[in-house]
C-alpha cells in the first residue's frame, strides 16, 4: 500500500523553538575529558577545548547544552569547579564510581558555549540531590550577578569579568530515580524545588526554571510525581522534564523501530497532567516540557557491564561509549519527528549526551573525532527543521509489534521555513519493503523537489567506527517529485528521509 497525508498551511501545530536541538553535556565518563577537552591533543587550542570537536558541534546544529549532570551533578560542588586549576579539589563522583578532577569547570563550560557560536546557550542544572536553596544561589549570584558582590567579585578575579548570563536552570536531576543521590519524594522534592525557585526568583525573575519530572514513563510514580511536585511548583517554573531512552529487547527490532509511539504518548501524558493542574489551580499559565535527555542507549549493556566491573574511581574511562547502526539512526530520527510533532509544546529538548558517552560525536584521545550514524538526522533536522510545524496525519500501512500492537509503517512530520519552503521529515519503519509516499500540498506555493535525502543502508548493522569513520552517510534519492500539488516519493527499507521542496 501507499502511505499518504495532506499538508495545508491553515493546520498547523506551533512553531519550532530552537532550543529543542539541544544537547548535554555531563561529567561522564569521556563526554567532557579527551571528548570537547584535551589540552594535549593536536587539534587543542588555547583553552585546552578540541577544534575538531567543536567544528563538529557546529555542524550538529545543537543550541542549549545542559550541564554539569545528570546523575553528576546531584553531588556537585560549583565552588570546586571554578578558580587556578591547580588549586581545584579531586573529589570522588558517586554517580559514575569515577575520580572528578575538576581541571574542566563553570568557567571552561561557558568558554566552550561561546567557541561554539551565538546559537549555543547554557542550561544549568543546581544541585538538589545532596545541596539545596543556598548553594543554588550563591552558584547563581556567582555566574549572573555583573559586580560589586563577594561572588560575583570572586568570579571576576577568575578571569570572568562578564557575567555568564545563564537563563535558563534545571532544579536538579531525576530527583525520583531511586539511584540519584539525595533521592526524595515527591513531596520532598517539590517544596525544594518551590523553594528554590522562589529565591533565584528573588534575585532574577526573569529566570527559566525546569523542574524535575520523572526518569521514564514506566517509573511507578510517574504521572503522580509530576502532579504533586507541580501542585507546588506550577507559579515558580516554565517547564517540567522528561526523560526517554530506547533499546531493543529479547532482539525485538521491530518493537524498537515504533519507540516513538512511546515517547508520543509520554509528551501526552505529561501535557495532560499539567493541564490537569493548571485546571485544578484555576490557572491560564500553561507548563512547557523540557524533554532534556532523550536517544537511543544500550542501557543493559551497560548495566551488565557496570555489575561484572565495578569502577575503581577512574579518571574519565570508557563509559556508555554506545556506537550507533543504522537501525538506531533511524529510531533517533523518529525520535526526533515525536519531538517536533509536539512543537507547540516541547519547547526544549536535549539529545543526550553531545560526545562520547550515548553521543553523535566520538573522539578517541590524541587521536581523530568523527560522526555517528545518528549524527545526520541531528544535523538535518536542526537545519531544516526551523519553522512552524504543519499538522500530520498520515494514513499508512501498518505492521504488528508486540510492544505496541498495530503500529504505522510510517512516521513523519513537516515544517515550513520562513521563506515558504517546506521540509518533510519521514521514517520507514520497514525492514523488508520500500514504502510509496503520495503528500496532497494545499495551499502552499511549492514548485519542486530540492533534494531528497536518505539515511539507510543495505546492512542495518552498518556503522562509523574509527577504522571506517564515514562508512555510513546520508545519501541522494532520484525519482522523487512534485507535479500538481502533489509529492510523490519512494521511502526505502528502514530509511530516515529529508524531502525539500521550495
Ligand atoms: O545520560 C546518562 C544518565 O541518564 C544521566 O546522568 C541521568 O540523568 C540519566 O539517568
Known amino acids: ?22 544537547s548535554f553535556v555531563e561529567h561522564l565518563g569521556r563526554c567532557v575529558y579527551t571528548g570537547v577537552f584535551e589540552p594535549d591533543h593536536p587539534t587543542a587550542d588555547e583553552a585546552g577545548l578540541r577544534q575538531d570537536v567543536l567544528e563538529l558541534v557546529r555542524e550538529l546544529g545543537v543550541t542549549a547544552i545542559r550541564y554539569p549532570g545528570g546523575n553528576f551533578v546531584s553531588g556537585y560542588k560549583w565552588e570546586d569547579s571554578v578558580g587556578p586549576v591547580e588549586d581545584r579539589p579531586r573529589r570522588l563522583d558517586l554517580a559514575w564510581r569515577t575520580t572528578e578532577t575538576n581541571r574542566f569547570g563553570l568557567s571552561e563550560y561557558i568558554a566552550f558555549l561561546r567557541k561554539i557560536g551565538p546559537q549555543a546557550e547554557p542550561m544549568m542544572a543546581v544541585n538538589l540531590g545532596t545541596r539545596g536553596v543556598a548553594e543554588a544561589i550563591e552558584l547563581q549570584e556567582y555566574a549572573n550577578h555583573p559586580s560589586g558582590t563577594r561572588l560575583s567579585e570572586l568570579r571576576r578575579s577568575h578571569g570572568d569579568k562578564d557575567p555568564f548570563g545563564i537563563r535558563l536552570w534545571c532544579l536538579g536531576n531525576e530527583m525520583d530515580g531511586e539511584w540519584q543521590t539525595g533521592h526524595k519524594t515527591a513531596e520532598e522534592y517539590g517544596r525544594i524545588a518551590a523553594e528554590t ?12 526554571l525546569v523542574a524535575c519530572g520523572s526518569s521514564g514513563q514506566s517509573m511507578d510514580t510517574f504521572a503522580e510525581w509530576e502532579a504533586t511536585v ?59 516540557l523540557s524533554f532534556d535527555e532523550w536517544n537511543v542507549w544500550y542501557m543493559r549493556r551497560h548495566q551488565e557491564e557496570a555489575r561484572t566491573n565495578p569502577l575503581d574511581w577512574p579518571e574519565a574511562p570508557r563509559l556508555l561509549e554506545d556506537s550507533y547502526s543504522v537501525t538506531d539512526a533511524v529510531v533517533f530520527g523518529s525520535l526526533l519527528i515525536a519531538l517536533l510533532r509536539h512543537a507547540d509544546r516541547v519547547t526544549v529538548a536535549c539529545l543526550a549526551q553531545l560526545v562520547n558517552v550515548i553521543a553523535p560525536i566520538m573522539t578517541e584521545p590524541g587521536g581523530p573525532a568523527w560522526r555517528q550514524t ?16 504543519l499538522d500530520v496525519r498520515v494514513d499508512s500501512p501498518t505492521y504488528q509489534t508486540a510492544k505496541y500492537g498495530e503500529t504505522d509503517l510510517l512516521h513523519a512530520t513537516a515544517v515550513r521555513a520562513e521563506d515558504g519552503s517546506v521540509t518533510v521529515f519521514a521514517v520507514n519503519r520497514s525492514r523488508t519493503e520500500p514504502l510509496p509516499l503520495t503528500v496532497a500540498l494545499n495551499g502552499l506555493d511549492l514548485t519542486g523537489v530540492v533534494e531528497h535525502s536518505a539515511l539507510a543502508d543495505a546492512d542495518p548493522d552498518a556503522r562509523n567506527t574509527l577504522e571506517d569513520p564515514e562508512r555510513v552517510t546520508p545519501h541522494a534519492v532520484d525519482g522523487t517529485t512534485l507535479t500538481d500539488g502533489t509529492l510523490t516519493a519512494v521511502l526505502e527499507p528502514l530509511s530516515w528521509n529529508v524531502i525539500r521542496m521550495s
Open 1 to 22: 500500500g501507499t502511505a499518504r497525508f495532506t499538508l495545508d498551511p491553515a493546520f498547523t501545530v506551533g512553531e519550532v523553538n530552537p532550543r529543542i536541538f539541544g
Open 197 to 208: 525557585a522562589r529565591a533565584m526568583r528573588q534575585i532574577d525573575p526573569g529566570l527559566e
Open 230 to 288: 507541580l501542585k507546588e511548583t506550577y507559579d515558580l517554573v516554565d517547564y517540567i522534564s522528561l526523560h526517554a531512552y530506547y533499546e531493543p529487547v529479547d532482539g525485538d527490532v521491530d518493537s524498537f523501530l515504533a519507540s516513538a509511539v512511546d515517547m508520543e504518548s509520554f509528551i501526552e501524558n505529561v501535557v495532560a497532567t499539567c493541564d490537569h493542574v493548571g485546571a485544578r489551580l484555576k490557572s491560564k499559565k500553561k507548563i512547557n
Open 374 to 389: 545518528t549524527f545526520f538526522p541531528f544535523s538535518q533536522a536542526s537545519r531544516y527543521g526551523r519553522g512552524e510545524v
